[in-house]
C-alpha cells in the first residue's frame, strides 16, 4: 500500500509538473500586459491612442477633402449631419471635418517625435552620470541643472523664433527642451541598479561598460522610461498647440489642432465650433495619453504586481 501510495504521489506530482510547464511563462511584459488590459481607464487610453493614431496614418484615405481647399460658396457654414459639410467650414471655406483628420498628423508626428529625440538625448546622459558617477555625475548633473533652470516654454518659443515656423523645428525645439526629466530619472534608475548583485557578476567577469549598460543596466531600467516617455506626449502635443496658438508653430496651409483653435477663438461667440472641436480633440488626445500612461505606470511597477 505505501509502495502504491508512493506511486500515485509520484505520478501525480509529475502531472502537476507537465501542467505547469504547459502553462505560458509570465515575463515581466507578459505580466504588464495583462495588468493593462484590466485597467479600464488604461484600455481606453490605448483605444483612443490607437484610433487617433489610424486616423493620422489614413488621414489620405479618411479626409473626404483636401486640407487646403477652399469652397467660397460654404464659407463660415454652421455644422449639419445631413448636409455637405458635416462639421462645419472655417472662415474660408475649408472643410472642418477634412482639416481635423489631417491635425491629427501634427499632433501624433509631434508628440511622437519629440520623444525620440529626448530619449537619444536624455538616456544616454542620465546612463552615464548614474554609471560613472564621481566627477562625470557632477559635471553632467550641473549642466542638467542649468537646462531645468529656464522655463522649458519660454525656450521653445526662443528656438522656434531662431529657426522658424515648420514641423522639424517644433521637434528640436521640443526635444532639446524636454529630457530633463528623463536624464534624471535615468541617472537615479541607474544608482541604484549599479550595485546590484547581476551588475558586480558581470563586471567581475570581464563585461565592458558598454555591455553593462546596454544589457544589463538599461533593460532593467526601461519600465520607469518607457512611462516618462508616455507621459512627455501630451506635454509635447500641449506645446505644440499653444506654439501654433500663438502664430509660430505649423504654417498654412497645413492644418494643427492648435493653429485652427488659436485662429478662430476669437469667433467663439458667433462660429463656436470652429475652436471647439479642434480644442475637444486636443484635450482628448492628451486625456488618452494620460490614462495610458497611468496604467503603464502601474502595470510596470514591481511592488504592485500579484504573486500567483
Known sequence: MATTGAGMTGRAERADALIWAARPHRTLWRDALSRLLANRLALFGL????????????????????????????????????G??????????????????????????????????????????????????????????RFVDVMYAFPQLLFVILIMA????????????????GWVTLARLTRAEFLALRE???????RAAGASPW??????????????????????????????????????????????WGK???ETQQYITSYWYMPIFPTILIALLMLSFTFLGDGLRDALDPRTRKRD
Open 47 to 82: 483605444i483612443m491612442v490607437v484610433i487617433f493614431t489610424l486616423m493620422a496614418i489614413l488621414a489620405p484615405v479618411l479626409a473626404p477633402y483636401p486640407y487646403d481647399k477652399a469652397d467660397f460658396s460654404a464659407v463660415s457654414r454652421f455644422p449639419t449631419w445631413t
Open 162 to 177: 531662431a529657426l522658424g515656423r515648420g514641423m522639424q523645428n517644433i521637434f528640436i525645439a521640443i526635444g532639446v527642451t
Open 211 to 256: 555591455r553593462i549598460i546596454t544589457r544589463h543596466l538599461l533593460p532593467n531600467a526601461l519600465s520607469p522610461i518607457i512611462v516618462t516617455l508616455t507621459f512627455g506626449i501630451p506635454q509635447a502635443i500641449f506645446t505644440e498647440a499653444a506654439l501654433s496658438f500663438i502664430g509660430i508653430g505649423i504654417p498654412e496651409p497645413r492644418p494643427s
Open 260 to 262: 485652427m483653435a488659436g
Open 196 to 202: 546590484r548583485d547581476f551588475v558586480i557578476a558581470a
Open 84 to 141: 455637405k459639410y458635416p462639421l462645419g467650414t472655417d472662415l474660408v471655406g475649408r472643410d472642418m471635418l477634412s482639416r481635423l483628420i489631417w491635425g491629427a498628423q501634427v499632433s501624433m508626428l509631434v508628440g511622437l517625435g519629440a520623444q525620440v529625440i529626448v530619449f537619444v538625448i536624455g538616456v544616454p546622459i542620465g546612463a552615464l552620470a548614474g554609471y560613472l558617477g564621481g566627477r562625470v555625475d557632477a559635471i553632467l548633473m
